[in-house]
């Protein structure tokens, strides 16, 4: 449950913290007061979105910290799936929003994402508006509400995995079936690709072997004569050859060996060079025998990169090698085509069996919405006949078509608030005060099935009073034995039920508009709850009237209390 709210520097809100019953909340102002700050201020704790223009003028930033005790087994299943910490079955949250736009979040002082503050949320608090009412008036969320009322998604589940396996064997029949109807144009194209591009027997990096072979015939003679050239000055019959004259250096020294020591040195570095020139002459005239003068050779050579070339530019391939990847992927896609019309029969056996399963599926959960839907209206007429509306008749229409992600169903609930009047849709019939209390009744009869701990009604009352407003507030106070309920009112039927009264007032401080909670005591309770029959300056038969009904409704507790 929420134990405390600390607000900083938000709209109007200075600092304030709140501290909460674990029963019923309600909080009582006039109007423009700030309560609908205060819910904005759980909203941004719970990860929701929010505006920069939330932040106090002249303050860089808002901080709203929220403290949650006594976990339910619920909520420590998500923190345990995020991996966090709840030893102390305590739960501290923390969202910061600059002034700038920029926001922070915080789970136990550990920073965190906004997204995993809201996924928390969601098991933490469940916030009902007046705008929530607008629901109930789109047909297209009553089957949402149903399947929250079951509670039950076993049957859902299994039926949305069925349809997701069949929309993937129906989509990949889809795209065999257009290519099927496609392939006689495509397997023409990709054989006359296959044929027109054999004759090369081009491997990847031949046509840069093949460049580079041209290259050398193109230079061939100049290369030869530069070959040749190199081996008569390093290695010839005639006296002026490197060698030669290697050699003779050489024996010119080692005739002086004996005399001149460093001569040794020289002669043996001599003659190193010497067998260095021989094995390089000897290297240039094996290059001699290896360059190519064959003018067919050239030619060949020529015409098939010509070849390449032109493949390359008729079937859009940037070289050689590409052109080899395309053939390939050409041969593989024309296998395929060909074992197309086998694979087209297997997928369409699959999708009639796997039509029957969805069928089967979606039929057993419509079955279970239907006996899932008279469970529904009993339960929601009892709540709304004990909310003054006893002569209600609620009823669904439920109705079976196509087959869709959420199954086979279609759901409208209708509505007659009056005797003798056949039901209609909501949108038709209901006033804003009957649209409230059937959102009540909804929220108290999914309460008990989706175990979020605290739930919050902002303004439920609109459009109701007297005795209907009476009976909302019973209704709440009932919820609060189960569940922690806070409740933004106008009305004094709900405030005198609450256990805990906290009132929203404005305030200037140093020519500054800021607004400040209260928790009111005895006396307190009876002035606020005096002035929301009355005015601000109730009577003393009003401050009366205030104090026997709270007094009242005290003593009804603590009977309730004691009986049970």
Known sequence: MLKELEIENLAVISHERIQFSPHFNVFTGETGAGKSILINGIHAVLGQRVTRDIVRTGCKKATITALFTELEPMVCEKLDLLEISHEDDALLLTRTIAVDGGSTARINGHTTTVSILREIGEVLINIHGQHDSQVLLSPESHLQILDDFGGDLTLLEAYQGAFHDLQQ????????????????????????????????????????????????????????????????????????????????????????????????????????????????????????????????????????????????????????????????????ELNQIDGNIEKITELKKEKNILLEQVSDKAKALSKYRAETLERFVQEVTAQLEFLNMPNVILTGRHTTGKLTIHGMDNLEFLISANCGEEPKPLAKIASGGELSRIMLALKCVIADRDGVPTLIFDEIDTGVSGKAAQKIGQKLREVGKFHQVICVTHLSQIAVMADQHLMIEKQVVEDRTETHVSLLNQAGRVREIARIMGGDHPSDLLLQSAQAELIRWQDSERQDDENS
């Open 169 to 332: 064997t129906a989509k990949e029949l889809n795209r065999l079936v257009k290519m099927e109807c496609e392939k006689t144009n495509r397997r023409q194209y990709l054989q006359h690709f296959l044929m027109d591009t054999e004759p090369v027997h081009l491997k990847i990096g031949e046509e840069n072997a093949l460049e580079e072979e041209l290259i050398l015939m193109q230079h061939a003679e100049e290369l030869l004569s530069a070959l040749r050239h190199a081996v008569s000055a390093i290695d010839s019959d005639n006296d002026a050859s490197a060698v030669f004259l290697t050699e003779s250096a050489r024996d010119e020294l080692a005739a002086y060996t004996d005399i001149q020591q460093e001569f040794t040195a020289l002669c043996e570095r001599l003659n190193t060079v010497r067998i260095e020139l021989k094995d390089i002459a000897e290297e240039c005239h094996t290059l001699c025998s290896r360059v190519d003068l064959d003018s067919n050779r050239y030619d060949l050579v020529q015409k098939q990169l010509q070849e390449i070339h032109r493949l390359c530019r008729e079937y859009s391939c940037t070289d050689g090698n590409d052109l080899v990847r395309h053939r390939a992927e050409a041969e593989t």
